[in-house]
């Protein structure tokens, strides 16, 4: 069986869909997208040098160009203070009463829970939002 150079990058292209699929690394589909084009510019004819070439500026391109778009986003915050890896940041509790050191316990989702004054001034009971979770502690701000 006789593979022509578009079937060889047509598999390579395969390969590393399939490798970014088992890592996470949408690099590696950039890279795909190059092995792709070099395989249309196979079936277009030209030479293998031609279609490194190809491979090389597309696939390259394609990744200094995801490159720069991630690094112009804003950082994620950390995960103890992100939402979409804690769902508990935002909501609210009330606090009957604050201890000296800043530290209370408050009933929240069904439960007692430990938590620590993190936000400017002095706590007040109140109504509170948790701005951040250590471990099994609530971080609570002014509402």
């Known amino acids: 069986m006789d593979w ?3 079937t060889g990058w047509w598999i390579v292209a395969g390969v590393l869909v399939a490798a970014e699929l088992a890592t ?11 092995a792709a084009a070099a395989a249309l510019a196979a079936h277009g004819g030209m030479a293998f040098s031609g279609q490194l070439v190809v491979a090389s500026i597309i696939g390259g391109g ?3 160009a995801w490159h720069l778009k ?15 890896v804690n769902l508990d940041i935002g909501e609210r509790v ?15 989702r069904g439960a007692t829970w430990q938590a620590r004054w993190h936000g400017q001034g002095a706590p007040a ?10 471990g099994n502690r609530l971080l609570l701000d002014r509402a």
Do not use: C, K
């Not at 996470?24 to 190059?34: D, I, S």
């Not at 112009?72 to 979409?84: H, V």
């Open 70 to 84: 991630r690094s112009r986003q804003p950082a994620a915050p950390p995960a103890t203070e992100n939402r979409d």
């Open 125 to 134: 009971p109140g109504e509170h939002v948790i701005r951040a979770v250590e």
């Open 94 to 108: 009330t606090v009957a009463r604050w201890n000296t050191d800043g530290s209370a316990t408050v009933a929240y």
């Open 24 to 34: 996470g690394t949408f690099y590696l589909l950039m890279l795909a997208v190059g």
């Open 4 to 6: 022509s150079a578009a």
């Open 62 to 64: 394609a990744v200094a």
